[in-house]
């Protein structure tokens, strides 16, 4: 059986590959993961929990859209309206400053999230801030007073020395908020736009107090209970430039014929030893193409022109001629969940993942 690469995605591709057994695991692996758009195998540390609004997001992918309604469009990010096939959750990694009590101030703390796994070329086009707290902090019976919240961009400066003023006083934004159980979410955009190179990404400075009442006693200890993460959408174009008509489709018949048809191959992410960092899906149906092109080619066989008289010539001169290609004519995407290699959740939509039908090429 001659190989055919024609028309398919690497990943397809590789798979292709991967059932011929043309190649050493250690090269198929590395293959696989660079058409995934990852350049090592992540493993994780201490890998967060994954956000519910990514799991639902997840969710929501893992079904066809529903009949009547507009397939998704590919990479495009409908529940925040922008494009982007890449969704990543930075945890903060910034170091407090100041804890409790400085005067009306509850904490100063640092936000600093790590930008090294964006690739180049990808493009940021959204960033949003959520400063939440693990718990309904305990007020007693002291009134509800309202917390004042600052954001500042930081300095090289600042982060040396740590001085107050060593950032600048002109704040990204102040908010105030009274309730503590509620997530404060912030559209970073702009600022995390010049992240991507490293030399800018110094981070924030955040400060919460209590102004008005110029008392750090009535801060709650809300420091210990701080949870900052950053979620950003980015669009890697190399895996959005495909633009042949699709369909969702997750069933595929079973042949016993050897004629030109997708086949069934479930790949189980369990058995290349990839469980430990892609999070969900557990395995997904690829599907293969596999089989002859005998002449006549029919219509069902979705053939070229060139095809078809490619058969000609074959049936003619099978030695010096080939029969055409059985290759993928339509694939589908799919979208996996992992942990990169710096404990980040991501999200990200992959482009001709599934093979739907085959051709003759
Ligand atoms: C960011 O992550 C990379 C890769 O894990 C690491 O090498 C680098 O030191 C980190 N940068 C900072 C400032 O923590
Ligand atoms: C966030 O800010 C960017 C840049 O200022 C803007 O284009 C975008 O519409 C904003 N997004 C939301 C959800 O407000
Ligand atoms: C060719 O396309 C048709 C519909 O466009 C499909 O029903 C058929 O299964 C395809 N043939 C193969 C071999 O996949």
Known sequence: MRLCHLHSSLAV?????????SMDLKTQEN???KSLGLSVKPSPRSPAPVPPLIWKMFQTRTVPSPAGKEPRRPCWVEEFNVPGNIIRVFPDQGG?????EQGWLCLQKRLYFNFSVLEEGELLT??????????????????????????????????????????SRQPLVEQSFIHLHKSLIFNLTDVAKDWQTPTKNVGLILEIGTPTLLDGKLCSDIDAFLDTS????????QQCKNTRKKR?????????????????????FNDIGWENWIIAPKGYMANYCLGECPFPLTEELNSTNHAILQTMVHSLDPEGTPQPCCVPVRLSPISILYYDNNDNVVLRHYEDMVVDECGCR
Request: hydrophobic residues 45%; proline residues 6%.
């Open 13 to 21: 591709g590789i798979l292709w590959a991967l059932l011929v057994g």
């Open 31 to 33: 293959l696989l993961l």
């Open 96 to 100: 407090f400053i100041h804890k409790r």
């Open 126 to 167: 959204m960033a949003q801030l959520e400063i939440k707290f693990r718990r309904n902090v305990y007020r007693g019976s002291a009134p509800a007073h309202p917390f004042e919240l600052s954001l500042y961009r930081a300095s090289q400066l600042a982060l040396r020395g740590m001085s107050t003023h060593a950032y």
């Open 230 to 237: 950053l979620l950003v959408v980015s669009l890697a174009p």
């Open 248 to 268: 969702s489709s997750y069933y595929t018949p079973i042949s016993t014929s050897n004629i030109c048809k997708p086949r069934r191959l479930y790949i189980s």
